[in-house]
């Protein structure tokens, strides 16, 4: 039986690929989940940092059939020339990048004018309990793992040149989605 925040990570990886158009890179793929959600069509890349993640998509890749490139690297200083994608897609990875802005700043660098920013993942709650239970879980995963449960990657988003198309919170204000365009 699949439990709803599952659901709900597997309805907003849709969510975000129902969106995406062009050449599309996708930040911190892990085992990339969310590849075989994509439609034909797109130019796909994945990155990750972690040689292991990148290895497994690799294979989540063969195994798919699908046309697609995974690469190793840093979301905050990504090895893709100026405005040379048409989409950007942060899959439940802003939650575990040293600086949310820096990767957001360079996601904006790679993006083409008009291109879409896309972004779903766990913040925050707003229920105050959940929170506070999201605050204890993140002392002990935010220094062994460097995961945040408690960031809310939209709000540095709102600070760019972006004009936001769509956002909405969902179970208990935990998953955000968000999606913007660049100016």
């Known amino acids: 039986m699949v439990s709803s925040r599952t659901q709900v ?34 130019e796909l890349t994945g990155l990750d940092h972690n040689p292991r993640a990148v290895a497994q998509a690799k294979r ?55 291109g879409a920013l896309l972004m779903a993942d766990h913040i925050a709650s707003t229920s105050t309990p959940l929170r506070i239970l999201q605050r204890v879980a993140e002392s002990a995963t935010r220094p062994m793992f460097g995961e945040h449960f408690t960031r809310r990657p939209s709000l540095a988003a709102r600070e760019l040149e972006l004009d936001i198309v769509e956002t909405e919170r969902l179970g ?11 100016r």
């Open 60 to 114: 989540t890749v063969a195994r798919s059939g699908r046309r697609a490139t995974v690469i190793e690297g840093d979301a905050m200083a990504l090895e893709a020339a100026d405005a040379s994608f048409d989409t950007v897609v942060f899959s439940f990875s802003l939650c575990g990048v040293p600086q949310v802005r820096g990767a957001l700043l360079e996601a904006l660098r790679v993006l083409r004018p008009g």
């Open 9 to 42: 990570m597997v309805e907003s990886r849709r969510w975000l690929v129902e969106r995406a158009r062009g050449d599309t890179l996708e930040i911190g793929v892990g085992s990339w989940p969310s590849l075989p959600l994509y439609r034909t069509g797109l």
């Open 172 to 182: 208990r204000g935990m998953i955000e989605r968000f999606h913007a365009v660049t």
